[in-house]
C-alpha cells in the first residue's frame, strides 16, 4: 500500500519561511494534499495540488511537487505564531481513501 | 451548514464495555470516513463508506464495526472495548468534485480503562 514520510518536527522564528517536507511512494497517486491540525481540534484542509501541476501557490502558502522523486513539500512565507500546529501531508489513493503521513509539528517562537 | 459534527466529544469506557461514536454531515456527501489518530502514528483509516448501504474496511478494522444508516450519519461501534483502543476518532467526509477533498469532524476522545 501507499507509504508517506514526513519529518516529525520543525522549528522556526516568526517571520522566517517554514518548508515542511513529504515523501510518498505511490505514482499513480491523484491529488496530495496538506492538512494543519491545532492542539485539541480536528483537521483543516490548508490546500491540495493535482498530481499534473508542478507548484501551487495560495497566499502564505506555496506548494511543489516533484513527481519524479515522489516528493511534495509546503512552504509557509514569514512564519507567524499561529501558524504553530502539526501539519499532515496525505495522499489520495485508491477509491477515494487517504493515506496519511505522521505529522510534522511546527513550532514558531517570537 | 454543520459540517461534520460528531458525539460524544469525550468518552470514558471500561474494558469490555460498548459504545457508538455518532457522525453526521450536512453536506450531501456520498462518502465517509472514520479515522483513528494515535500519538506518533499520523490517522489510519478503520472503515469507510464510498455511499450509502456500502461500508468497506480501511487499514485498522479489527475491534469496530460500522454503520451507514443514511446517506447523512455514519456510525463506528466498539462492541467490547480494549485499552488498545484508546484514541482520538476522526469522521470525516467528502463529496465528488473539490479534488475529492475530505471534510473532518472535531473528534471524539476516547479513553478505555
Known amino acids: 500500500g501507499e507509504d508517506v514520510e514526513q519529518s516529525l518536527f520543525l522549528s522556526v522564528r516568526e517571520g522566517d519561511s517554514s518548508v515542511i517536507n513529504c515523501t510518498y511512494t505511490d505514482s499513480s497517486s491523484t491529488y496530495l494534499y496538506w492538512y494543519k491540525q491545532e492542539p485539541g481540534a480536528g483537521l483543516q484542509l490548508l490546500t491540495y495540488i493535482f498530481s499534473n501541476m508542478d507548484m501551487k501557490q495560495d497566499q502564505r502558502l506555496t506548494v511543489l511537487l516533484n513527481k519524479k522523486d515522489k516528493h511534495l513539500s509546503l512552504r509557509i512565507a514569514d512564519t507567524q505564531t499561529g501558524d504553530s500546529a502539526i501539519y499532515f501531508c496525505?495522499?489520495?489513493?485508491?477509491?477515494?481513501?487517504?493515506?496519511f503521513g505522521k505529522g510534522t509539528m511546527l513550532l514558531v517562537s517570537p | 451548514n454543520a459540517g461534520v459534527t460528531q458525539t460524544p466529544k469525550f468518552q470514558v469506557l471500561k474494558t469490555g464495555q460498548s459504545m457508538t461514536l455518532q457522525c453526521a454531515q450536512d453536506m450531501n456527501h456520498n462518502s465517509m470516513y472514520w479515522y483513528r489518530q494515535d500519538p506518533g502514528m499520523g490517522l489510519r483509516l478503520i472503515y469507510y463508506?464510498?455511499?450509502?448501504?456500502?461500508?468497506d474496511k480501511g487499514e485498522v478494522p479489527n475491534g469496530y464495526n460500522v454503520s451507514r444508516l443514511n446517506k447523512r450519519e455514519f456510525s463506528l461501534r466498539l462492541e467490547s472495548a480494549a485499552p488498545s483502543q484508546t484514541s482520538v476518532y476522526f469522521c470525516?467526509?467528502?463529496?465528488?468534485?473539490?479534488?475529492?477533498?475530505?471534510?473532518f469532524g472535531p473528534g471524539t476522545r476516547l479513553t478505555v480503562l
Open positions: 463508506s464510498a455511499s450509502e448501504g456500502t461500508t
Open positions: 470525516a467526509s467528502t463529496g465528488t468534485g473539490k479534488a475529492d477533498t475530505q471534510y
Open positions: 496525505a495522499v489520495l489513493s485508491g477509491y477515494s481513501t487517504l493515506t
